[in-house]
């Protein structure tokens, strides 16, 4: 090489290694961080990032200030104090030997992360694409997106990109038509029914994909890879989950409990936080057994069973709890029922009954306690019911059936009497076997008083996965 080539050669590397160690030496900070983020209060915060290796960094917050080395590999990180919740804009500054952060309009309060598939990524702005609801004001959730401004809640919305290095994400937003256009619509709702009670901000990391199967959430899945872990270790109070119909059309209603069980477990180790409440949203009705080309075919109990196995998920994993959505359907042939705010606050009963020291909140529906024969009729109890038994439509109780020993089941003749139910039916005169809104198509109307549809059952399965059988009372 001639000399004059090679001067310009070894000028030209030294530049572009300068260029990259200057940028490689610059402090920097995940995008989980940015201004008009919400920070967890109550519990230790972690702050990292990277620098150059050995460069002291220094994390200042109200009134604490860290100070810290970045390791040789140039990660560094500080724990802040568990703070205290507050309205009031704060800043927090990082300072490295090069270069210095500031983030602005940070609140302190609680924040949650919402996942799951395309139930839970049903937008705030693209529920015109799906079908509107027909009780009620059918442009609910459309007036809810225009007038959302409350200063108090904050959003931070993951991408679906599996190709990034970093967490596909533009950071924490306020609140704005554009904004929130892409933010989980059950997500934001429980984010404005915790503001509106508890009045402190909530922040909401809404990361969701439609059609993914719960597997691709898990420590090994690219989803959790891609759309989760980024964000590990920031602070939050705990997990929102509506995921399930991939699972379920491709059979998987046997496992799944495991499975969930799986996930939250693996997602509190790698927060490890086990404290963290995990609330989950029941599958909606809707006709499975109609579904083509799926892996599997299924038949009408396909769904109820699924049904069981998620109500057993809460006596499974600690700190968890399930929204009801058997009364939330118009249309049974549409898996994206429309009354997302309704979810949304169910949710945030369970969030402020059991995190939030709102214990007067009922949680559940009634639900299957004990049953009894008496005579011609069966009397069945149940939990949750401290309020008593109504029907949404003010008829007799439906969707009940009995059977005697042979598990041929009539519909049932039902009156509420107390916090029981009465059934009968003329044909059968000695009953032995009950099941309520057992049937992927159900959309039963016995309630509560405190307004939560009761939860499907049957104590009759040829091959059972969490039946009642043994409620029984002779």
């Known amino acids: 090489m001639k000399p004059h080539l090679f001067i310009r050669f070894i000028l030209t590397t030294l530049c572009c290694m300068a260029t990259v160690f200057e940028t490689w030496a610059d402090v920097r900070l995940p995008i989980i961080f940015s201004d008009n983020m919400v920070l967890q209060q109550g519990k230790p915060v972690k702050i990292w990032g990277t620098a150059a290796p050995q460069e002291s960094v220094i994390v200042q917050f109200q009134q604490q200030t860290h100070r810290t080395t970045a390791d040789i590999n ?35 309060g609680e924040v949650w992360l919402a996942s799951g598939q395309s139930n839970m990524e049903y937008s705030m702005n693209n529920h015109q694409q799906y079908s509107k609801p027909k009780r009620g004001d059918a442009n609910y959730q459309s007036k809810a997106f225009r007038k959302a401004n409350s200063p108090l809640i904050r959003t931070l919305h993951v991408k679906r990109r599996l190709d990034a290095d970093t967490l596909p994400s533009l950071g924490w937003t306020t609140l704005s038509q554009k904004t929130l256009a892409p933010v989980s619509a059950v997500a934001y709702f429980f984010a404005k029914t915790l503001t509106d009670n508890l009045d402190v901000p909530v922040g909401i990391i809404s990361t969701s994909w ?20 980024p964000m590990i270790p920031f602070a939050i109070k705990g997990f929102l989950w509506y995921q399930g119909e991939a699972n ?82 118009d249309d049974v042939t549409d898996i994206h029922p429309p009354y997302k705010w309704i979810v949304g606050e169910r949710l945030a009963r369970w969030a402020l009954a059991k995190d939030y020291g709102k214990n007067q909140l009922v949680c ?36 009940f059936e009995i059977s005697d020993k042979s598990g ?45 549809p009761a939860l499907p059952f ?9 039946h009642h059988q043994d409620q029984r009372i002779e």
Not at 80 to 97: I, R, W
Not at 210 to 229: D, H, L, S
Not at 270 to 298: C, E, I, K, N
Not at 413 to 436: H, W
């Open 210 to 229: 439609g059609g993914t199967e719960i597997e691709t959430w898990m420590t090994a899945g690219a989803r959790f890879q891609k759309m989760v872990r």
């Open 408 to 452: 041929m089941f009539r519909k049932a003749d039902a009156s509420i009497e107390g916090k029981t139910v009465v059934l009968s039916n003329a044909n059968i005169k000695e009953p032995y076997f009950v099941r309520y809104a057992w049937d992927e198509v159900a959309v039963p109307n016995l309630f509560n008083r405190d307004g939560l």
């Open 248 to 329: 379920l059309i491709k059979g998987d209603e046997e496992q799944y409990c495991y499975k969930q069980q799986t996930l939250v477990e693996s997602w509190r180790e790698a927060w490890q936080d086990t404290t963290l409440s995990f609330y989950y949203v029941q599958l909606a009705p809707y006709t499975y057994s109609q579904r083509r080309g799926d892996p599997v075919s299924h038949t009408w109990e396909a769904l109820p069973r699924f049904w069981e196995v998620q109500y057993a998920c809460m006596q499974h994993i600690p700190r968890s709890g399930m929204a009801q959505t058997t009364d939330l359907v």
């Open 74 to 108: 140039g990660n560094w990180s500080i724990t802040l104090t568990p703070l205290t919740a507050t309205k009031t804009q704060q800043q927090l500054s990082v300072e490295g030997e090069k270069n210095s952060i500031v983030l602005r309009n940070i609140l302190i």
């Open 458 to 466: 049957t104590t009759y399965s040829a091959t059972p996965l969490y």
């Open 364 to 399: 559940m529906g009634p639900a299957l306690k004990n049953y009894r024969i008496a005579g011609d009729k069966i009397i069945v109890d149940f939990d949750n019911a401290d309020s008593g038994l109504t029907t949404n439509d003010g008829q007799a109780p439906n969707r």
